[in-house]
């Protein structure tokens, strides 16, 4: 199976190079897609330097958000499975083989890496599990981590999902869109360090992410 790993990054310069060293350091990884989303710290030039036949490089001439970066990478993936992959070193790709494994049973559509949140501050964490619980509440589901990074997909689900929302409220449509569907979410425990250096999400991150959940709760995919 090819995995694509889809990396949007917006000025990460300071730990991008470490990032995608690991990630090309992955067997199973087939391409690194980094959609740079209007970085202004250099990290585009850090990228570009990097010699690698596996990367494709997209760039956002100004700052669209995550959810953007996200389903421009979708589009451009060309893997048999895609994963999301942030810059910043919380996540480790080590745990691409590990989520990469149940896709070999036919039946196998999505795949979770859940997270200990123990190293997140208790404000985060407590606002990680209660968009989780929402989403356990709307969908009738029993997901331990519905904002966890790694989201793991056959790439036709995921060039099929029409993402619509340009933040980090993109975790919510996702996941709602995907349960939506009907496909049975695999959820697999994976590393996790929290970081807080250069950090972009925040507690009130949670507010759009509610308002998704409940804006897609009944979305049906278009015909």
Same mark, same amino acid.
């Given at each position: ?83 999301? /992959?942030?810059? #910043?070193? &919380? ?8 989520? $990469?494994?149940?896709?070999? *049973?036919? @039946? ?33 589901? /029993?997901?331990? #981590?519905? &904002? ?8 036709? $689900?995921?060039?099929?999902? *029409?993402? @619509? ?59």
């Amino acid at each position: 199976m090819k995995l694509s790993v889809i990396m949007p990054v917006h000025n990460e310069v300071e730990t991008i190079n470490e990032i995608i060293e690991r990630v090309l350091n992955i067997p199973v990884v087939y391409e690194l897609i980094i959609v740079d989303d209007g970085s202004m710290d250099g990290t585009l030039k850090t990228v570009e330097k990097i010699s690698s036949d596996k990367i494709k490089i997209i760039r956002h001439d100004t700052n669209r958000g995550k959810g953007a970066a996200v389903r421009t990478g979708f589009d451009a993936a060309s893997g048999d499975i895609v994963v999301i /992959q942030d810059a #910043d070193l &919380e996540y480790d790709p080590l745990d691409y083989t590990k989520l $990469i494994k149940p896709f070999e *049973d036919d @039946e196998t559509n999505v795949v979770y890496g859940v997270r200990s949140l123990e190293t997140q501050r208790m404000i985060m964490r407590m606002g990680n599990e209660f968009v989780t619980w929402v989403t356990n509440m709307i969908h009738g589901q /029993q997901l331990r #981590d519905m &904002e966890t990074c790694y989201k793991m997909m056959r790439r036709e $689900i995921a060039q099929k999902l *029409d993402l @619509e929302c340009r933040g980090f409220d993109v975790e919510a449509e996702m996941t709602s869109k995907i349960l939506r569907q009907g496909y049975q979410i695999i959820q697999l425990p994976i590393s996790y360090a929290a970081r807080y250096e250069n950090k972009k999400l925040s507690p009130l991150d949670g507010i759009p992410t509610i308002k998704a959940l409940l804006k897609y709760r009944n979305w049906k995919p278009s015909s």
